[in-house]
């Protein structure tokens, strides 16, 4: 089962967990609706279309209403402490949470002693920075990183990413040298998925490969699209692909959706969504032939 855990930018929207169910452009979860904007909803949208288009069963959410002050992440990770199992995760993907290190380990605790077998971990946005600042970024099995976030992880002092030194996000167009330092400092998974003009996977200091193509300009600029990466990615690797196969076929994909609906400054995030089943249908087709 994938499972994701997240927060909607609504304070009002109360603490749900279940199976999400799309309707029109709508998700539903336990009897409440959220559109599919940016963040934690962007993300589910995407790997709702993705399991879709597989035809794999939708995935399980643990969500809660969090408009950055951190009363509902709060609310959220106590209920996971007793509940993180249920149902038994294969892959478990932290989101937008607000970032919490005694949290973050009482639940890296309750995953270690309550999931059999342990699922696959991924984290991303609020919940990564906190699994840095732990000192436990290597128990993780992905992070997926803007360029940004990045240079955070590579900054070994740093405690969030508005704290990250002046030298290191000057230097953030290497990003083999930032992705270098990450893993030098114990700072990262042990994949990494760098979101950007080019995408990039990393293992252990070693870039594997680059995706800068297909692009699309206005999509670079769009907000969400690192959001839908990151469920597309998810979802495949909960359909048993390889870890490495499936970041670059969700790279592609998520390039593919772009040029498939040719995107203007106006276009939302859901009109990428829309686009993941006939683009991941071309990704896996071209990745075939690239084999």
Request: proline share 7%; aromatic share 8%; net charge negative.
């Amino acid at each position: 089962m994938l499972v994701i855990i997240g927060t909607i930018p609504d304070p009002h929207f109360p603490l749900v967990c279940g199976q999400v169910e799309r309707r029109n452009d709508q998700i539903f979860v336990d009897g409440h609706a959220f559109a599919m904007h940016r963040g934690t909803p962007a993300l589910i949208g995407a790997a709702v279309e993705t399991a879709r288009t597989l035809g794999h069963p939708m995935p399980h959410v643990f969500l809660i209403g969090d408009e950055g002050l951190g009363h509902g992440s709060r609310k959220l990770y106590a209920h996971l402490v007793e509940h993180i199992h249920e149902p038994e995760p294969a892959t478990l993907v932290f989101h937008y949470l607000q970032p919490d290190v005694d949290w973050h380990n009482r639940i890296l605790m309750a995953i270690d002693e309550l999931c059999r077998p342990r699922p696959q971990l991924i984290a991303d946005a609020g919940f990564m920075y906190a699994a840095k600042m732990s000192g436990f970024a290597s128990s993780y099995d992905l992070f997926t990183p803007d360029m940004g976030e990045l240079a955070f992880l590579a900054d070994e002092t740093a405690p969030h990413p508005f704290y990250t030194r002046g030298f290191i996000l000057h230097n953030n167009s290497d990003a083999p040298a930032l992705i270098q330092r990450a893993y030098a400092h114990d700072n990262a998974a042990a994949h990494l998925l760098v979101k950007g003009n080019t995408d990039m996977f990393a293992t252990n200091t070693k870039c594997h490969w680059q995706l800068d193509s297909p692009s699309s300009e206005a999509m670079e600029a769009m907000g969400g699209t690192g959001d839908t990466l990151t469920g597309i990615c998810a979802t495949l690797i909960n359909a048993k692909h390889p870890l490495p196969q499936a970041c670059f076929l969700a790279a592609l994909t998520n390039r593919l959706a772009g040029q498939v609906c040719h995107p203007t400054p106006e276009t939302q995030v859901i009109e990428i969504i829309n686009a993941i089943p006939k683009a991941l249908e071309m990704a896996i087709k071209q990745s075939s032939t690239r084999q």
